[in-house]
């Protein structure tokens, strides 16, 4: 293990080498933000192995690029015991359970951590590993309704309504957990001692919704939910339809950049309500959607480009990739079967991210190498197939 420390520490001052090189991830298979998290890591140089479990049709993890898999059985307490050979030799073990099933496993940090001292055992889960709903069940929906977000999210006069399932699974946890792992790396450059992250996506949520709570005294959040600046309350921060069925997204707050919105709209300043004065907003309103629907998307966005009215199409996910703005900074990219899916975020400099291009792999693809890496003897892997304790489906894999 503190061979890997050494090496981490050398190939971060590697300007050839991307920034996570060297690190050996260990994923518990899971669904959406534990996947999310790994695959950032990846993107980013990590060698991410996730395990999954043995006698599974097909895998359901949709982030796996860059990725290896080895199927492991942990029902045995021979599997286990595989695992627990996988993380002693580790950097990071990635845990997407409910608190308790890892230490009914014999393989809690406590135990990991006195075999690997150096280990950054991450765990996310929806309400963190304390408190009254540290066991409960739940989903994005639920965690971002106790984030207090939820509350703030939708539109005047309705429910309040949910953003897909991108704020507490994959910003507030996904992202917020790899952004952990991250800072584990570095401190522990310095102390070469590991520690335990305890990601929760109730906090998580809630601290990139920070703004919220930072400016409520400032007028930004002083209405109901969907009448204030940028929740749908104004009508010169929303989409609107054009003539062909699609949609334009305006965002002119600034009165310069409200200004050119007016003047690319064809509209007279004069003849309209003041920008700010929110009691006409639904007369505005009214009037923007009028005016959008008389020409196509395209009709628009040649119109505003080049401009600061900030004004911009509503691009669908397949168009995304060929805008010439993201077109020309590789912004998105075709996976193996071809289809579109984002490059990774952020650009460095000297050590960018570079996404596989392969095809995710098959559960328990890479069973037999990965564990023959990890010091296990030929013999000793065909014991435990035979055995089931493990499987292994190279023989399957598409060339």
Not at 388 to 393: A, L, P
């Amino acid at each position: 293990m503190f061979i890997h420390q050494m090496y981490i520490k050398t190939t971060f001052q590697n300007s050839g080498s991307m920034a996570l090189a060297g690190v050996r991830v260990i994923e518990l298979a899971g669904l959406a933000p534990v996947p999310f998290c790994g695959m950032i890591l990846a993107d980013f140089g990590a060698k991410v192995i996730r395990v999954d479990r043995t006698k599974v049709a097909m895998a359901m993890d949709t982030q796996a690029r860059g990725k290896r898999s080895v199927a492991i059985n942990l029902k045995s307490p021979e599997g286990v015991a595989v695992l627990k050979r996988l993380c002693v030799q580790s950097d990071v073990i990635l845990e997407p359970f409910r608190q308790g099933v890892m230490e009914k496993l014999g393989l809690g940090p406590e135990e990991l951590l006195k075999d690997n001292p150096g280990l950054i055992y991450a765990r996310l889960t929806g309400y963190g590993q304390s408190g009254a709903l540290a066991k409960a069940a739940g989903h994005d929906i639920n965690y971002l309704a106790m984030s207090g977000l939820l509350s703030m999210l939708g539109r005047s006069n309705e429910k309040p309504y949910a953003p897909l399932n991108l704020v507490a699974d994959f910003a507030g946890g996904g992202l917020m957990c790899a952004f952990g792992v991250v800072l584990a790396l570095l401190e522990r450059a310095k102390s070469g001692r590991g520690q335990v992250i305890d990601t929760s996506m109730v906090e998580g949520a809630a601290y990139v919704g920070s703004f919220m709570w930072k400016s409520r005294k400032i007028g930004m959040w002083d209405h109901s939910r969907g009448e204030n600046l940028l929740d749908s309350g104004a009508p010169f921060y929303d989409t609107y339809q054009t003539s062909d069925g699609k949609y334009m997204a305006v965002g002119a707050i600034e009165p310069q950049f409200y200004t050119q919105l007016i003047h690319g709209l064809g509209l007279d300043a004069a003849k309209l309500p003041p920008q700010m004065s929110s009691s006409d907003w639904p007369q505005l309103r009214q009037i923007f959607t009028k005016q959008f629907a008389t020409k196509t998307q395209e009709d628009w966005a040649r119109i505003f480009d080049g401009t600061d009215a900030c004004v911009t199409p509503v691009l669908s996910m397949d168009e995304v990739i060929s805008h010439p703005h993201n077109l020309e900074r590789a912004s998105f990219h075709r996976d193996a079967q071809g289809d579109v899916t984002p490059s990774p975020a952020p650009i460095l400099s000297r050590t960018p991210g570079k996404p596989c291009l392969a095809r995710d792999p098959m559960i328990g693809e890479h069973t037999r190498p990965v564990l023959e890496e990890f010091g296990f003897k030929p013999a000793e892997v065909d014991q435990l197939l035979s055995a089931g304790v493990i499987e292994c489906n190279a023989a399957k894999a598409r060339l």
